[in-house]
């Protein structure tokens, strides 16, 4: 897959839902930024010969002339619940795999909440247009509640971004998109009505094993 699709994968279950509510403050976070983003983790493997195992939670790295934010830090992260990871991993193989070339894939499964009120917005994507350092990468979009903004634009390399293509994720949307051929960014979220608001997401990245 050289391109991108932009997908309707279904809600997830009150159960996925829920389990939102449970994520801890992501301790990756600049000070001066504030707490905005909430977190978990998990890796798995997969292939398209009918199975997926999932694997014991070890470092998230990226460089750090990939992510300007936190790159370069040998992130760890609370690990993501078994029945939750499963259910999202369902998915995956239904529904994503199918759209990648047939061969095996180590995966990595971020489970993200931003958070918005009225005195802040709720940064997506902190370190700005970028890419994570993978072959594919996932937006799932599990929920999103009283908030505006959080569109995700995908900029091919090859120009300045006059062929760039954006979306507005709503809950049960999602996009994968070649990591290699792409880079991208989320914009900020702020409330659609005064109080307080999230989006929650699954990022999901695959490499080739």
């Given at each position: 897959?050289?391109?991108?699709?932009?997908?309707?994968?279904?809600?997830?279950?009150?159960?996925?839902?829920?389990?939102?509510?449970?994520?801890?403050?992501?301790?990756?976070?600049?000070?001066?930024?504030?707490?905005?983003?909430?977190?978990?983790?998990?890796q798995a493997r997969a292939g398209r010969e009918k199975y997926f195992d999932l694997c014991a939670v070890g470092e998230f790295f990226q460089?750090?002339?990939?992510?300007?934010?936190?790159?370069?830090?040998?992130?760890?992260?609370?690990?993501?619940?078994?029945?939750v990871a499963e259910e999202v991993m369902n998915l995956v193989f239904r529904k994503l795999l199918p759209l990648l070339p047939d061969t095996t894939?180590?995966?990595?499964?971020?489970q993200i909440r931003i958070t918005t009120d009225d005195r802040r917005p709720g940064y997506p994507a902190p370190e700005g247009i970028h890419k994570d350092g993978f072959k594919y990468i996932a937006i799932y979009c599990s929920?999103?509640?009283?908030?505006?903004?959080?569109?995700?634009?995908?900029?091919?390399?090859h120009?300045?971004?006059?062929?760039?293509?954006?979306?507005?994720?709503?809950?049960g949307d999602a996009v994968i998109f070649n990591d290699v051929n792409y880079q991208h960014y989320t914009a900020a979220v702020v409330p659609l009505l005064p109080g307080k608001g999230y989006r929650d997401v699954f990022v999901i990245t695959f490499d080739i094993e």
């Open positions: 897959m050289h391109t991108y699709h932009h997908i309707r994968l279904g809600k997830t279950s009150a159960k996925v839902k829920n389990s939102f509510d449970e994520l801890l403050p992501d301790p990756w976070l600049k000070a001066e930024d504030g707490i905005f983003r909430f977190r978990s983790y998990m460089a750090e002339k990939l992510n300007n934010y936190a790159g370069g830090i040998a992130r760890k992260y609370p690990e993501i619940k078994q029945d894939y180590n995966i990595g499964i971020h929920e999103i509640e009283n908030v505006t903004g959080g569109e995700t634009t995908l900029i091919p390399n120009d300045g971004g006059n062929d760039a293509s954006t979306f507005k994720l709503h809950a």
